[in-house]
């Protein structure tokens, strides 16, 4: 049994990490909280990204896409995180399976996968899930998209953009409802609703790892280079401990994620929320622990705006509420423990 990426998914992952920190590279997270640039990328930079084929990654052939399995779609997740690409690609793969799952017809996904049809997904105001109307809802990773989508598949035009922890993502409120017959979808199943948050939890999972694993790399590169008492802080047991550490929570993560990535597309609907549950309960409390641990690491420096930790960290914080963190997870898991040994 093979646990790990092949040669193909390898080369896919030096691809789009090569893309998104190029893409990155381009954004200021400026000098303070009023001097951030835009997470929506130039409409040069989003042509890039439907180039590549990002948004058409998890589409089925017929619909103008890729068919990429969940495996793949989170080797490009994890590159979006470790780079802290402030471009909504996650929002669009997020609520493009929403519309493929709820029968979304082929020329409206064609357009997604194209980079013509910008959309986001529409979360209720806690980011637990996808939200029942739009009242009270946010729209969730939505820089550049025109329209949201609740979880009957209504779609909702969107307004402008509202402060956020994570200067990488927009949040944006939902307007009035699009009365658009070609918008109407069918109702979900519990398969449906199952299978696509399993999906959804995975990216979650693949976005705190590359978050949390960037800035532990760039934690370790600063303890070679940063001295104290005329030595390296990493050659400082306490140092290296808090490193070590955060390298088990790290690898662990990434088991995690393979598993639920694995069990999207391999398991039954609800064995693969189940261990998408698991996933996301481990990895959120892993992915804002070491990142904050990076700030310890980084020292003084750490605390500065200049500094990207707090990009990371603030990152790692939305990935964390959003869909639920571990105290959410935890308890669901507890119940349906609990409730098949009754």
């Excluded at 780079?83 to 609520?95: I, M, Y």
């Excluded at 979304?104 to 996904?109: E, V």
């Excluded at 949040?171 to 199952?194: H, Q």
């Amino acid at each position: 049994m093979q646990i790990g990426l092949d040669a193909d998914q390898r080369a896919f992952a030096r691809s789009c990490g090569a893309l998104a920190a190029d893409l990155a590279a381009g954004w200021d997270r400026g000098r303070g909280p009023r001097d951030v640039a835009s997470p929506e990328p130039s409409e040069k930079d989003w042509a890039r990204i439907a180039e590549a084929g990002w948004p058409a990654l998890r589409l089925r052939e017929e619909n103008g896409g890729l068919g990429a399995s969940t495996v793949d779609v989170a080797v490009l997740v994890e590159q979006l995180g470790r780079h802290a690409l402030a471009a909504p690609v996650l929002g669009t793969l997020v609520a493009a399976e929403q519309l493929q799952a709820l029968g979304a017809p082929a020329d409206t996904l064609e357009e997604v996968a194209a980079g013509e049809l910008r959309i986001a997904p529409l979360l209720d105001g806690r980011l637990l899930g996808f939200a029942p109307a739009a009242g009270g809802a946010l729209a969730w990773d939505a820089a550049g998209a025109t329209l949201a989508f609740a979880a009957d598949g209504s779609a909702h035009a969107l307004g402008d953009a509202l402060p956020a922890a994570d200067v990488t993502r927009a949040m944006r409120r939902p307007g009035a409802r699009v009365d658009d017959a070609s918008l109407e979808l069918r109702a979900p199943t519990d398969d449906d609703r199952d299978r696509l948050h399993a999906f959804v939890l995975t990216l979650l999972v693949a976005d705190l790892l590359g978050t949390m694993s960037a800035g532990l790399d760039a934690a370790v590169e600063h303890a070679r280079s940063r001295t104290q008492f005329g030595k390296p802080i990493g050659s400082f047991q306490a140092v290296q401990q808090i490193a070590a550490e955060d390298l088990v929570s790290v690898e662990a993560t990434r088991s995690a994620l393979y598993s639920s990535a694995w069990a999207v597309d391999a398991l039954p609907a609800a064995e693969a929320l189940r261990a998408a549950r698991v996933a996301k309960a481990f990895a959120s409390r892993a992915g804002v622990a070491v990142c904050e641990d990076v700030v310890q690491l980084f020292g003084g420096i750490g605390m500065t705006w200049e500094s990207p930790v707090h990009v990371w960290l603030r990152r790692a914080h939305t990935d964390r509420l959003s869909f639920g963190d571990e105290h959410h997870h935890q308890a669901v898991l507890a119940d349906l423990d609990l409730s098949a040994g009754a």
